[in-house]
Nanobody
Framework: EVQLVESGGVLVQAGGSLRLSCAASGFTFSRYPMSWGRQAPGKGPEWFSSIDSDGDTTYVDSVKGRFTISRDNAMNTLYLQMNSLTPEDTAVYYC???????????????????WGQGTQVIVSS
């Protein structure tokens, strides 16, 4: 059974940093691209960062230079280092497993078949 369990979400002040983790099990973690997404209050979900099986990364402009995605294949864990947080980063953060290695047409993100329950990040001003 595939499981993805996010952790690390807390209340943090603007300008602060936070590291999220996503513990994966039930599949060969190293073989699959993984992504982080988020859903802010009153907004739709947004995929904002991904890392493929070779370690190549993708970021949307709103997080580029502030967030860093990484993976530890030996530990079956996906990470997200978030720096220079702003209130606009307040959201529930999710990790997701890609179905395969092919991007969705016109994007650098994937179709996903599993995602976790999410972890809440609140950034206070």
């Amino acid at each position: 059974e595939v499981q993805l369990v996010e952790s690390g979400g807390v209340l943090v002040q603007a300008g602060g940093s936070l590291r999220l983790s996503c513990a994966a099990s039930g599949f060969t973690f190293s073989r699959y691209p993984m992504s982080w997404g988020r859903q802010a209050p009153g907004k739709g979900p947004e995929w904002f960062s991904s890392i493929d099986s070779d370690g190549d990364t993708t970021y949307v402009d709103s997080v580029k230079g502030r967030f860093t995605i990484s993976r530890d294949n030996a530990m079956n864990t996906l990470y997200l280092q978030m720096n220079s947080l702003t209130p606009e980063d307040t959201a529930v953060y999710y990790c997701a497993k890609a179905e395969g290695s092919r991007y969705v047409a016109g994007s650098r993100f994937y179709d996903y078949d599993y995602w976790g329950q999410g972890t809440q990040v609140i950034v206070s001003s």
